[in-house]
């Protein structure tokens, strides 16, 4: 298994421009996460999905949009970057079922909004 | 609403020295604790959890317990060694709701030879 992987590993945009980071996963998980990673402040919940068709927001969703068509993708939109959404971002599965709440993480995605 | 507190950083100790990265929570009802380790360059890697109370969790030497009358899972290692030297996040996660970690802000430690 890959695990949980992403893409690009890093980028830059010019404010205004837009950009969709992959993520997907091979494992079969119903729940998919995105968190953004700032200095000082540990890992905030963008957006996250309890499976196919169904997503909701976490902490910090405003600028950014999601979707789940498939179980094993689950891409992260920026409509138009800002400087303020500069951060390391990452993409975490795991399963539904009670007793099996560890979330697995992608590699990250570092982007730089100039 | 809920909250994970860490002891802020940096932690420098020398190798072989004894760890302890306090964590206290805020939750209601029962959550599930981890501890994640993040090398420098590298995403999050789960190192430990526990998922009620008096649960002990343990990996590559660290230990940390769930003690539910104090909301705390300190993190300790008896003799940490430099390739110790990363950033560690303690976490929780609700019931039915692991698709929502909650994040300390995380502490680094530093491991000198």
């Known amino acids: 298994n890959a695990g949980v992987t992403q893409t690009p590993k890093f980028q830059v945009l010019k404010t205004g421009q837009s950009m969709t980071l992959q993520c997907a996963q091979d494992?079969?998980?119903?729940?998919m996460s995105w968190y953004r990673q700032d200095p000082g402040m540990g890992l905030r919940l963008i957006h996250y999905s309890v499976g196919a068709g169904i997503t909701d927001q976490g902490e910090v969703p405003n600028g950014y949009n999601v979707s789940r068509s498939t179980t094993e993708d689950f891409p992260l939109r920026l409509l138009s970057a800002a400087p303020s959404q500069t951060s390391v971002y990452f993409c975490?599965?795991?399963?539904?079922?009670?007793?099996?709440?560890?979330?697995?993480f992608g590699p990250g995605t570092r982007l730089l909004v100039l | 609403g809920n909250s994970v507190t860490q002891m802020e950083g940096p932690v420098t100790l020398s190798e072989e020295a004894f760890l302890t990265i306090n964590c206290t929570y805020t939750?209601?009802?029962?959550?599930?604790l981890f501890w994640y380790v993040q090398y420098p360059g590298e995403g999050l890697q789960l190192l430990l959890k526990?998922?009620?109370?008096?649960d002990k969790g343990s990996n590559k030497g660290f230990e940390a317990t769930y003690r539910k009358e104090t909301t705390s899972f300190h993190l300790e290692k008896g003799s940490v060694q430099v390739s110790d030297s990363a950033v560690y996040f303690c976490a929780l996660s609700e019931v039915d709701s692991s698709y929502k970690l909650i994040f300390g802000s995380g502490t680094r430690l530093l491991v000198r030879p």
């Open positions: 494992m079969n998980h119903e729940y």
């Open positions: 939750a209601t009802g029962y959550p599930s």
């Open positions: 975490a599965s795991s399963y539904s079922t009670s007793g099996e709440e560890t979330q697995y």
């Open positions: 526990a998922t009620k109370a008096d």
